[in-house]
């Protein structure tokens, strides 16, 4: 049963909340054409906007800074990664700045007879400081140990502490009863001040955004305060506390119940002995390398819009599919400028991990752009990019690290045998991942299909998955002008076999199949010569557009991550929750199954079903068969 006031009232507006902020701007509006008005009663609403959007960056800007793993990974205090519930839990983790928006508009008007606010007052700084360590401080420290009692904590804030991992938006992660309650902490101070004639807008501002920023440093979840400032000034570590501090309420939640001045918990006696031990051994050991993965996915980034998809820029956007949307438009001219800082000065950098039966999974990011790749004086440098990810994952010790997409192109580097064999004693298992990915696409064409039609059928996929069909006795049309090329895949067939290979130079030469694998981009006027009822496989990179409304349209090859992941908060591209590109899955088979040897160049089509079982055997399951399933 839910306590009072433990719900929002706008829980079921969604996104539709932040029509409440309309009075603010219509009041804003009203005020202006009012020309009698004087300018407190015109700007109020502005002001009240302005803080919003403000405390709303500050918050967002800390998150950045939090999941940006390539600078926090060794700071990091609570090792686990955040995972999709979380993330859920915390989507509207910005309730209380339009509660706090509304708790301030009615101060306003219970108070603006007595209240006056220039620009700047120095003694409006003393005086709220003064008021927020003698009232605030104490207040929010008594008020947050009654909450861990048996009732008020089960009831309203057991749900704070729900987020397994703190992060930013785990400060605002609380019930409708502890926001307002906050509010009137937050609120006393600025009052005061303002009723003692010392209040500002300056104040007012300082005073709000430095609350927030110090709530989301405790929430942060990695240190940044150097255990060398408390050596210098030991008393200092009394007034302020650090991420290592509240972190450790999280995790123990007996101690360390103060807001932001640790001197409370001491004189409280409920100081957890092990902070600043704890907080100077992670700084210390911050300078050092943490744990070495055991498979990285070594991943690059596909366009502009795309590259706002990661968990640092847009968390929320990061955990849903990737689809391009509007409020992306505003933020290109930003992507675009760092596009050629990265390409001048940006090496590999880790974006993601999550842990999988105790091993450690990354994904790396080459920092180039999908086009990049298709700029003949690029080829080089990304060669180089990719060579020295793989030279330091071999040097870290990392067990197997899995190409993506681009980095494995045919024509760039041999599909990683470029790196293989120039470096022949790497320790590190260089993967591609493409058996796998042939895999769930043959595995998909059900057994009773006795003839396939074949697009992009002499690349390193369309081969394997040509050889092996005819093995199946599956006749395939395969889509090609070389007949040279198409004569020496046919040659690798067995001589019984090679009869059902058949070369066709046309799309209309398929106008009787109704199954089409396809690996090169087809237009909708070619896709027009496929009889209705065609099921289009598809392993081409953008899929095709579904034109057809009397024919389906299968998926790119995909795996689902074993139900025992954990950590996973972002999707991958286009892929839904918890599912992956299936060279992703076939490189974290390769770690699983321990497996020693490179997977570079031409895919052994002897090995399609040895991968296959032992995806199956850990619990990977191909997507398109969930969706048959379901």
């Not at 405790?218 to 210098?232: K, R, S, V």
């Not at 744990?291 to 640092?312: E, G, K, T």
């Not at 509007?326 to 999550?354: D, E, G, Q, R």
Request: glycine share 6%; charged share 15%; hydrophobic share 45%.
């Amino acid at each position: 049963m839910e306590g009072p006031l433990s719900t929002w009232p706008w829980n079921n507006l969604g996104t539709f909340k932040y029509l409440l902020y309309g009075p603010f701007i219509a009041k804003w509006f009203y005020s202006r054409s009012q020309e009698d008005n004087n300018i407190k009663e015109t700007t109020w609403c502005l002001h009240i906007l302005i803080i919003c959007f403000l405390r709303c960056s500050i918050h967002s800007c800390w998150n950045s800074f939090s999941n940006m793993l390539f600078l926090t990974r060794n700071r990091r205090i609570i090792k686990e990664g955040v995972d999709f519930k979380q993330v859920d839990n915390e989507w509207d983790w910005d309730n209380f700045v339009l509660l706090q928006a509304m708790m301030g508009s009615l101060g306003f008007y219970m108070f603006q007879d007595q209240i006056n606010l220039p620009l700047w007052d120095l003694r409006g700084f003393l005086a709220i400081i003064i008021l927020h360590i003698a009232i605030s401080e104490p207040l929010y420290y008594l008020l947050h140990k009654c909450f861990h009692g048996n009732y008020l904590f089960n009831n309203y804030h057991s749900l704070h502490h729900s987020s397994p991992v703190p992060q930013p938006f785990t400060a605002g992660h609380a019930t409708f009863l502890e926001h307002i309650i906050l509010g009137g902490i937050i609120g006393i101070p600025i009052l005061g001040s303002c009723l003692l004639g010392y209040g500002s807008l300056t104040m007012i501002y300082g005073y709000l955004l430095i609350f927030d920023w110090l709530r989301c440093l405790g929430h942060c979840n990695f240190e940044i305060i150097p255990h060398q400032l408390f050596q210098a000034i030991p008393f200092l570590k009394y007034l302020i506390y650090t991420p290592t501090y509240h972190s450790l309420h999280h995790t123990e939640k007996g101690t360390n119940y103060c807001l932001f001045m640790p001197i409370f918990d001491v004189l409280g006696n409920t100081l957890n002995p092990k902070s600043w031990d704890m907080h100077t051994k992670l700084s210390v050991e911050s300078g050092k390398n943490g744990r070495v993965p055991d498979f990285v996915f070594l991943a690059h980034i596909v366009d502009m819009s795309s590259a706002m998809h990661a968990p640092f820029i847009f968390r929320s956007f990061a955990s849903t599919p990737f689809c391009t949307r509007l409020f992306l438009i505003p933020f290109l001219p930003i992507v675009f400028v760092t596009m050629f800082v990265m390409w001048a000065y940006s090496k590999v950098f880790l974006a993601t991990f999550y842990n999988l039966r105790g091993r450690l999974h990354q994904t790396w990011v080459v920092p180039r752009f999908g086009f990049q790749y298709f700029l003949p004086f690029a080829a080089e440098g990304i060669n180089n990019q990719i060579e020295q990810a793989i030279l330091r994952a071999d040097k870290m010790g990392v067990k197997v690290i899995s190409l993506a997409a681009l980095n494995k192109n045919e024509a760039l580097n041999g599909g990683g045998t470029l790196f293989v064999n120039k470096h022949p004693n790497l320790k590190v298992r260089v993967v591609h991942g493409n058996t796998l990915t042939a895999a769930v696409i043959l595995k998909e064409i059900p057994q009773n299909v006795t003839e396939v039609f074949l697009t992009g059928a002499t690349s390193k996929l369309g081969r394997v998955i040509a050889l092996y069909l005819c093995r199946r006795q599956v006749r395939v049309l395969m889509l090609t002008l070389s007949t040279e090329r198409f004569q020496k895949i046919q040659k690798e067939a067995p001589v019984e076999y090679q009869k059902y290979l058949v070369q066709v130079t046309k799309y209309q030469a398929a106008k009787n199949c109704k199954a089409w694998i396809v690996g090169k981009w087809i237009t909708p006027r070619e896709q027009s010569y496929a009889p209705k009822g065609t099921h289009f496989h598809q392993f081409v990179v953008p899929p095709i557009l579904a034109f057809r409304r009397d024919c389906t349209y299968g998926d790119l090859a995909a795996m689902r991550l074993p139900d025992d992941v954990q950590g996973v908060s972002s999707c991958e591209y286009t892929m839904e929750r918890g599912v992956v590109h299936a060279c992703h899955a076939g490189g974290v088979v390769h770690s699983l199954e321990g497996w020693t040897h490179h997977e570079v160049g031409a895919i052994d089509v002897n090995r399609i079903d040895l991968v296959w079982d032992a995806a199956v055997k850990h619990g990977l399951k191909p997507v398109s068969f969930i969706k048959k399933t379901d």
